[in-house]
């Protein structure tokens, strides 16, 4: 094996948890933020890689040549990025592919600097969510008068809610703000009388704040081993649900609406 320098064993430390803070960030569930921040730790050469997770941080331990480098980074939760975690995947497969260059670190930090990070237009991206809680409305039986308040709301929601994690406001505010712009648009079906099932459209209207992908990660995570992160990540869950109850409960109280279910 090549002999490795402190400097060059620094950054090759700093790669890895690179790699796995960017995993958890954008919602990679904890056996693949170990398994690729391993590999490619491996990749460029260290005896072995050791990586510690925690709700909102990462530690990791590189050892080579009997000389052990460890790091801690803090982590800060950004929007599903199934995107960008394939391109991860893909530079790690590259790495290991290329074992043994010497110019390897380089390049794979080169291609992490690179990573292709944007998303869709806020506009598109409220559009189709408004969409998908319009469908779910009219799949319930909803009446077509249903069916468009309930895209509006939804729309008008997803929108608000982008723009409120855009400047970093608590996940939990965003959520309750989220739940009571769509329920008070879709509560109107109530106080104006409109459709055939206004239950339909306040239900559908806040489709979006199902927090399904962290709740499948977490039950993952706590099957997989990993129950410190899985039952942090549930509790995180379970707190987004609570939030969003009560962002729906403050539009129907301010609407005076006092019963409300199907």
Known sequence: MTSISYVQQQRITRL??????????????????????????????????????????????????????????????????????????????KTEAARGKGSLVDLTTLAFDKLDKTVYPTWLVSIF???????????????????AVTFIAGMVAMFTRIYLAKHHFNPFITVIVTAFIASLIGATTYYFDIGNNADIAVASSVLLLVPSFPLINSFSDILKGYVNIGIGRAVFTYMLTLSACVGIVMALVLLRIQHWGF
């Open 129 to 147: 969510v408004g969409a998908s809680c319009a469908a779910f409305a009219y799949l319930n039986g909803g009446s077509w008068s249903i069916t």
């Open 16 to 93: 890895c948890v690179r790699c796995g803070l960017l995993l958890m960030q954008y919602g990679a569930e904890s056996a693949v933020v170990v398994d690729l921040s391993k590999r490619l730790g491996f990749a460029l050469g260290m005896s072995s890689v050791e990586c510690s997770l925690n709700f909102n941080a990462i530690t990791l331990t590189t050892i080579c040549n009997e000389r052990c480098i460890t790091t801690t980074r803090d982590t800060i939760n950004q929007s599903i990025n199934v995107n960008l975690l394939v391109q991860i995947q893909q530079i790690v497969n």
